[in-house]
């Protein structure tokens, strides 16, 4: 009979196991060599699908575990290589990954105290001091706020929109073209009108085309700034644009999915001055937060805007046990089943503190900056700005887009660099996002130089 993970018998059983996928994980990085797996999509998927043979056999083979994290590994983007900048995808903490293995070890369920009962405190408690760090640490606002955990930015940005819509009816979006996708996706979802859309010309909202749009349109209005944008990690102008929506009477979502770890740090926290002013924002601790994947949450300013998500279900939330002090879990989320992804977030806050997360974030701006001014010095190179959080965009002086893209997908296809994308100011750029607190001044000139040699001349 399978072992289980839980129990008196778990730890005992797991030893092992850990052992064996601590192995497979070593041994696939070496096959790898890399941020990347050599060879592309289709030699990445042969390897994989000879590994993995057929999936479901008529009998078991006691070296899949081994096996497939080996291959996995193997064909892994590795976010902990200082070559591999594409995405807002971190490396996550080893104390934060130790306790996701307990998280999944334990299993609960949030979704009533009954499946939960420990889980459901320790989220209550620290979402509540994550709502805190938001909108400020004395007076009503401490009392008031709360967070809701989610799978991401997009979860989140999906919410707010949800309950302004509950709040305020047939609530027309307003946002700039800097805009996370999800956004429009959302007022889809949710039968909402198509997004008005203002300019955005230096990359960030415009204060005065917004100003003109609200007074233009008819209510009730939602504005969603952005406070770290996915192509450059701008921040717009938060304290104009919550100026504008008190004066027009306009409800107010910032996405710092990407900058709200700035929140950490002493020294780039006021970047998000007017943070506190909006009714939600949403937050991501798998990006400025080296949390395993998912680590979001949705900040509200009064925890009553988080009434219409209340929903009953007898066999979770019964009146009487409700009535009789068990917690109502089913108002947390949209979804039932849910993982106590706070535990992993709640060791990294105790472990860390607010000073060492905020050096971390500190950290990986200084590379940013490093790297900017690599390329700024470079010849060969141009770059876009200086960056605002920790993304650099850049290309090869003189290039055309075609050949941007084409260094790109080569470094991709070799497995030596992977580097992002955007367009901005109608040409394409490189970008690279700094996560790793570990990478060093050879790591970024090394990142330059295999993109130097990769370009024609």
Known sequence: MSPLASGPQGPTTLRPLLTTVLDALTAGAATRDGPLPAGGPTEVAARLREALGDPLPEHGDEDALRTLVQALAAGAADPADPLCT?????????????????ASVLNPSLDSWDQAPAASELEALVTRALAAEVYGETGQARSAGDALVTTGGTESNQLALLLAREHHGHTQLVCAENAHHSLRRATWLLGLPEPVTVPAPAGTMDPATLGEALTALPGPLLVAATAGTTDAGLIDPLPDIAALCETHGARLHIDAAYGGGLLFSDRHRPKLDGLARAHTVTLDLHKLGWQPVAAGLLAVRDRHDLAPLGHHADYLNADDDTEAGLPDLLGRSLRTTRRPDILKIAVTL??????????LVDRVCERAAEF?????????????????????????????????AAVRRTLLTEGRAVLGRARLDDRLWLKATLLNPHTGADDLAALLKLVEGHTPR
């Open 86 to 102: 594409a995405h807002l995808h971190c490396p996550p903490l080893a104390v934060a990954t130790a306790a996701d293995l307990a």
């Open 372 to 404: 900017a001014e690599l390329v700024h010095r470079h010849p060969r190179f141009e770059l876009h700005d200086r960056p605002t959080i920790s993304t650099v965009l850049f290309r090869p002086a003189d290039a055309t887009d075609d050949t941007v």
């Open 350 to 359: 105790k472990t860390l503190g607010r000073t060492g997360l905020g050096a």
